[in-house]
Structure formats: structure tokens, C-alpha cells
């Protein structure tokens, strides 16, 4: 029957976890869970962990890349909400990923780090041994605590890390406390073939000691480099850590935490510390959160092993030890080299990896980071619209800039910059512009959303857990798909009316599937087609059994453009036959209707005293200068920004933005991308000359710091003193 995976899930919960029914003893393992992770808490003394948190101090600075800084200011001052996760790079098993009593999570946290950071800079995606640390470092045992210097030092030492598919790699100390004083698996008996070289490894501390938006800011940025953060925090005291474990043993993974309320505690014997993964965060969600994977396993509840933390929270939290403020939270990274050519290997990256312009074009950069000045690499193109490359090749970390020509084509067009294997892929818009038909076309708005229209046994618009997916693990974007079939003699509908305006110039389907299959791959006996009704049903497309997937894949485009002005309806078709079989993923369907688009002029405008103007004023009368902007078409493009005054006298003056002033010459007020600008003050002065002054206010959309009058867009207004 339909949901197969979730009938044999419950079975087997039954057979293999009896002991988790209802009532008095399903309390009683909650209790003993919540002791044993209890017991994993890193509790060494006040000096260790002093010692600890001085090293951190004392760690280089984590790398904030500007480019990235300076796109996450835009997307502030614009109020662009993002989101981040690093999750899928890490290989884990959520009930795997469990410290048990050994407090040993900085290790945990640190093998997250190492993992995602060898999928991301050698596309290698592999769970690596925490085992390998507990066994072999012998210096001071695991389980008794530790901190991401420890990891970053003795890995640095070792110089490999291993797998945890080897013999004896896999975490076999879950059951062990600090006096046990060593690992159940002694060095030797851990098989270190194969493995992956490391020739560089450091602890990176991430700066969050000054304002909250620029600890926010910081923490946003390394996520942006596809490095993962270790994040280690200390609670005071028993009762604050009670609160926290309440959370996690209670609480699902939609609920948010925040520290907050440890503030100021006093640090007493029940006081102690832990280290966790920060893989992503959330500014889409009503409150923003970070995304947090920790090392307890994955109870009911909290089926990933994840927990979220409210974003707004006291960075600068501390306890109180006596009289003395103790930091509680600390952010670190590693700077990581893998190997596979020998020590002393280059390793390149570039960011970001994805650009996209408008019909206009515009400028861009490229941000190369390589693990040497020493390392030499070159960049080479796609597409002959992508001009005036400043750099084809250099040495060490550099800035590449470039520029893109304006589409004059009806369709988006792709190109890209190529540096030694990392590729940065940029995405133009024709001189069409496409928006989706279609209501819930991702099926994120659930039942509530009564545009889709189902025929069949079972309800199709479904709130997928990731493990109910095989071929897909996850819905492809959000929580929610349409599934189709799984049952015998299915036959499921599922379909959409729309209208396609009779001013579209083009229109398109697309679509995301997964299929998974317990049918015979000799022949098809469970279908999928895709359906158009005009009148008549029209197959556009048919899959089936034989088309099973691995993951989430795109359907080509069907070109719908003989429906233009007409209505039609959308329809999935599933009928599959009476033995084994078939599921049928749907998510994010696309009706994209193509309008012409017609780029519009960024609009300056300056104002007088609150008006376009001309005004009379006084000798010595306060006269208020303010400007506004709208880009049009071309926001973020780099531009030349002047602010200039033509005086009585018939010279120039220009404003200076370091002095907050006019002065002679004439030069940019300021060069970079174009933004949307209200009505803002820029001068207020009372000792205009008598004559007319005239201020002009204009970008220029050659950012080269001259005065180019065939790109520029300017607006003046007139003051005369008398």
C-alpha cells in the first residue's frame, strides 16, 4: 500500500524499540537518556578550561572575505533575508552521530568541521573517524574534554585522517566516562588505510566581541565560504544545564533555543561545557535561527540530531567565577589543506561560484583564495560577452574583475570564469522575463492551498520527513510534496488550471522528480505522464519505473507556447499496475509565462531646501541639499557617483565624503554598485556666495572615474542667493 516506507518504519519501531510505548517507562528511558548525556558534559577544572579559553584568544582570526561582506551589507540594507546550510556536504547517521556518557563532543564537533571542509575543497564525502582521536591521542584521554586547538594541533601532528568505514575506526567509546583513562581500541588495532592527507591544519577564532550585527555579520560570512563552525559554550551551573537538556530531550527541531538566560550566572561544580557543529542558518523563517548539529544522537523528536538557536542573542554571554566575568560562547573554524599531491600542494577556491545580471549586464568580481602566495593560477572563459577580465592568471589571493556585455537576445544566456577547476557560472537574463503561473507550485502553502485538485486513493500533497524518501531523502525544496502512486492499481490525478496571458512570448513547463521502485526493470509497468487539457488531453511528457532516480532531477522544458492566451489545465497522471510498486515525487512545477522586458533608467534626484526647485534665499540662509535614487533596471550595476556644485564664480566644487563636505575640483563622490536610495540629506549649509549655484546629482554608468556624459543619468537644481 501507498507510504510503504513509513508502515515498515513503524514496524520496525515496534519490534526493535518496544520499550518506548507509553506511560511510566517510556519516562524512565527519557530520564536515563537525559543522565547520560548529562554525564558527557566536559566538567574539568576552572584552570583547563581558562587554559582552553585563552588559546582561542590567542588563535589567528578567522578570514572575513569583503566581497562577501560587502554582499551581506547590501542584502541588510536592503532587508534580503538568506539562508545557508552546509549540511549536505557532511556524511553522518543521525543515531551514529552519538557521543554517549564520553565527553568527547569537541571532537565530534571538530570531525564536522574536517568532513565538510574535505567535501567542499576535494569533493570527497566520506564519515570520518571520531574513534581515530579517542584511540590514538594519547596525551589526555577523549573523553575527559577538549578543545578545537587540541583537535587542530594533534591532527597537525598525524597528518592524515581516516575513514570510519576502516577496521576498528568506527566510535566504539560511548559507553566510556574520563577515568576510564583510555580508549577501548587501542592505536593499533585502528587500521589508518586508507585515509585522506592533511599537510596544514589550524584553529581560527571568528570575531564576535564587538556589536551583535557584526558577530551576526561575521559568523554569516564563513558560512558564505563554505567553512563550518565549531561552536563551544560553557553553562554555569546545573540548573541552567538542566534547562538546556529539557530543550533537547523535549523539544523538536522547529523549536528555537537562546542562552540568554544563563546571563550573569554564578559558576558553581554543576558548571561545565560542550562543543557542537554550526552548519547554516535561517533569516527566511518569522524568527531568524542558526542551524546547530550536536553529538547526542537523534531522540524522538529530533530525527537529523539537529537543534535551532535564535540569531538575536547575546554574543558577549558570560558567567561569573567569584568575582571574575568568564566569555561563555566561543566561534572558531579551521583552515584546512588536504593533500593528494604531495605536502605543500596548492589548493584553489573562488567566490562566489554563481552570478546573475539583468538584460542591462553590468560589472562583477571574482574573490580567489589559494592556500600560497607561492601558487600560481590562471582563469579561463565562457561566452564573449564577458569582457574586460582584469587578471588571466596571477599568484597567491587576488581580487578578478569583469564585466558583462547587455543581452540583446529574447533568452537567458550562461557563461563562465574557470580558475584551475572552480568555476564561477554566470547567468544573464534576455530580453524576457518569466514568472510562474502556478499557486503552490512548490506545495509549501500544504492543503491550506486549494489550487492543485486531486483524484486518488490517498491524499497526493504530502509533508515529507526526510526519511521518507529514498530516491530523494529530502523534498526538494522546503518540507512538502505531491506523491503520486505507491500503491497498486494506483491512479492518481493531480492537476491545475491557469490561464496564460495572450501577452506572453513564450511559455514553458519544468519540473523536479524522484522516482523510487520496487518493480522489475525489464519493462514499464508503472507510469507517470504529463498532461496538458485544452479541450482535449495532450501527453507532454510520460515516465515510469524504468526512469527511477538516485536524487531530485529537472525535467527538460516542454514548450507550451501554442496554449499563449489560452486557459488551460496541468495534470499528473500516475496509474501503475498490481504488484510492486511505484513512488512518484513531484516539487517545485514551473508554468513560466515570457513577457518582453523593456530596461528602465536609474532616476537621480536632488532637491533644495525639500524642492526640485529654482529657490531664492537670503545671504546666509540655511540651505538643505538631498538626494534620492531609483536604479531601474540597473541595481547593483558599479557606477561613477558625482554630487557636484557649479558656483557664481563659474568654478566646481565636489562632495567629499571623507571631509562631509564641497571642495574644489571635480571628482566621483563615490564609486561602486548602484542602490535604491530615498530622500537623504547630504548638506546643510548657510555660506552660499550670492549668485546662482546650480547642484548636480548624477551616476555614471562607466565606473572608470571620469566624467563619460553618453552613460551618465543626472538630475540639477538651481539656488540663487540675493
Known amino acids: 500500500m501507498k507510504k510503504i516506507t513509513l508502515v515498515v518504519l513503524c514496524l520496525l519501531s515496534v519490534f526493535l524499540f518496544p520499550v518506548t510505548a507509553t506511560g511510566s517507562q517510556a519516562d524512565t528511558l527519557s530520564s536515563e537518556y537525559l543522565n547520560i548525556i548529562n554525564q558527557s558534559i566536559m566538567r574539568p577544572g576552572m584552570d583547563i578550561i581558562r587554559e582552553w579559553t585563552q588559546r582561542t584568544k590567542e588563535a589567528p582570526e578567522a578570514y572575513i572575505d569583503p566581497i562577501i561582506a560587502n554582499e551581506l551589507s547590501e542584502k541588510k540594507l536592503s532587508r534580503t533575508a538568506t539562508q ?83 577496521t576498528n575506526a568506527s566510535f566504539t567509546d560511548g559507553n566510556a566516562q574520563c577515568q576510564n583513562d583510555s580508549s577501548s581500541i587501542g592505536c593499533g588495532a585502528l587500521e589508518t588505510n586508507p585515509n585522506y592527507e592533511i599537510t596544514s591544519i589550524e584553529a581560527a577564532t571568528i570575531d564576535t566581541s564587538s556589536t551583535q550585527s557584526q558577530a551576526i555579520e561575521n559568523i554569516k560570512n564563513l558560512l558564505a565560504q563554505n567553512k563550518a563552525i565549531w561552536f563551544g559554550f560553557f553553562l554555569p551551573n546545573q540548573n541552567d544545564w ?62 537529523n540530531g539537529l537543534f535551532r538557536m535564535k540569531m538575536d542573542m547575546k554574543y558577549d554571554l558570560f558567567h561569573v567565577d567569584g568575582t571574575k566575568q568568564e566569555q561563555a560562547l566561543y566561534f ?82 550562461q557563461g563562465s570564469l574557470t580558475l584551475l577547476g572552480r568555476t564561477l557560472t554566470i547567468t544573464q537574463d534576455g530580453t524576457i522575463a518569466e514568472s510562474n503561473l502556478l499557486q503552490n507550485a512548490g506545495f509549501e502553502e500544504g492543503l491550506s492551498n486549494v489550487a492543485w485538485t486531486e483524484e486518488g486513493y490517498y491524499e497526493m500533497i504530502y509533508r515529507a520527513p526526510c526519511f521518507t524518501l529514498g530516491a530523494a531523502e529530502c523534498a526538494h525544496n522546503g518540507v512538502w510534496v505531491a506523491w503520486l502512486g505507491g500503491y497498486d492499481n494506483a491512479y492518481d490525478l493531480l492537476v491545475q488550471t491557469i490561464a496564460i496571458p495572450s501577452s506572453a512570448v513564450s511559455a514553458t513547463l519544468r519540473f523536479w522528480y524522484a522516482i523510487e521502485t520496487w518493480d522489475r526493470l525489464d519493462g514499464i509497468y508503472d507510469v507517470m505522464g504529463v ?41 499528473f497522471l500516475v496509474i501503475s499496475d498490481g504488484s510492486s510498486t511505484t513512488n512518484f515525487y513531484i516539487d517545485d512545477v514551473e508554468v513560466l509565462s515570457g513577457t518582453s522586458v523593456q530596461p528602465t533608467s536609474p532616476i537621480p534626484d536632488i532637491k533644495a531646501n525639500g524642492h526640485d526647485g529654482p529657490i531664492t534665499v537670503p545671504p546666509a540662509t540655511a540651505v538643505s541639499i538631498s538626494l534620492g535614487l531609483k536604479t531601474g533596471s540597473f541595481l547593483g550595476q558599479n557606477a561613477d557617483w558625482w554630487v557636484a556644485e557649479a558656483t557664481p564664480s563659474g568654478t566646481f566644487n565636489y562632495y567629499n565624503l ?42 555614471d554608468l562607466k565606473m572608470n572615474g571620469s566624467l563619460d556624459m553618453d552613460s551618465i543619468y543626472y538630475d540639477s537644481v538651481n539656488v540663487d542667493v540675493q
Open 658 to 699: 571623507s571631509t562631509g563636505s564641497m571642495v574644489p575640483g571635480i571628482l566621483p563622490t563615490y564609486q561602486g554598485p548602484l542602490f535604491d536610495l530615498g530622500n537623504t540629506q547630504l548638506l546643510n549649509s548657510s555660506d552660499l556666495t550670492v549668485g546662482t549655484h546650480t547642484f548636480y546629482f548624477g551616476v
Open 242 to 303: 538542566s534547562q538546556f537538556l529539557d530543550f533537547w530531550g523535549n523539544q523538536n527541531e522547529d523549536v528555537l533555543w537562546s542562552f540568554d538566560s544563563s546571563q550573569g550566572h554564578q559558576w558553581s561544580n554543576g558548571g561545565g561545557g560542550h562543543a557542537v557543529l554550526l552548519v547554516g542558518y535561517n533569516e527566511n523563517a518569522p524568527e531568524p535561527y542558526w542551524i546547530l548539529l550536536n553529538s547526542w544522537g537523534a531522540p524522538a523528536g529530533r530525527p
Open 531 to 571: 498532461l496538458v487539457y485544452n479541450g482535449q488531453w495532450n501527453s507532454v511528457l510520460q515516465l515510469s519505473n524504468m526512469d527511477w532516480t538516485y536524487d531530485w532531477t529537472q525535467s527538460n522544458k516542454i514548450d507550451l507556447s501554442a496554449f499563449i492566451g489560452r486557459t488551460i489545465t496541468i495534470g
Open 332 to 413: 572558531q573554524t579551521l583552515n584546512i589543506q588536504f593533500g593528494g599531491g604531495g605536502p605543500g600542494e596548492c589548493t584553489y577556491s573562488v567566490y562566489p561560484t554563481t552570478a546573475t545580471f539583468d538584460v542591462n549586464g553590468g560589472n562583477g568580481s571574482m574573490s580567489v583564495n589559494v592556500s600560497s602566495n607561492s601558487c600560481a593560477w590562471t582563469v579561463s572563459k565562457t561566452g564573449d560577452w564577458i569582457t574586460n577580465i582584469s587578471s588571466s592568471s596571477g599568484n597567491g589571493n587576488s581580487t578578478v574583475t569583469y564585466e558583462v556585455s547587455p543581452n540583446t537576445g529574447n533568452q537567458q544566456r
Open 84 to 166: 545557508v546550510s552546509l549540511l549536505s556536504h557532511l556524511q553522518y547517521v543521525p543515531s551514529e552521530r552519538d557521543q554517549g556518557s564520553c565527553g568527547n563532543c569537541w571532537n565530534w564537533a571538530g570531525q564536522g568541521v574536517l568532513g565538510i571542509a574535505l567535501d567542499v575543497n576535494k569533493g570527497i564525502k566520506d564519515r570520518l573517524s571520531t574513534q581515530f582521536v579517542n584511540s590514538c591521542k594519547l596525551d589526555r584521554y577523549a573523553c575527559c574534554g577538549g578543545w578545537l586547538e587540541d583537535f587542530a594541533k594533534w591532527y597537525a601532528g598525524q597528518k592524515i585522517t581516516v575513514p570510519w568505514s576502516n
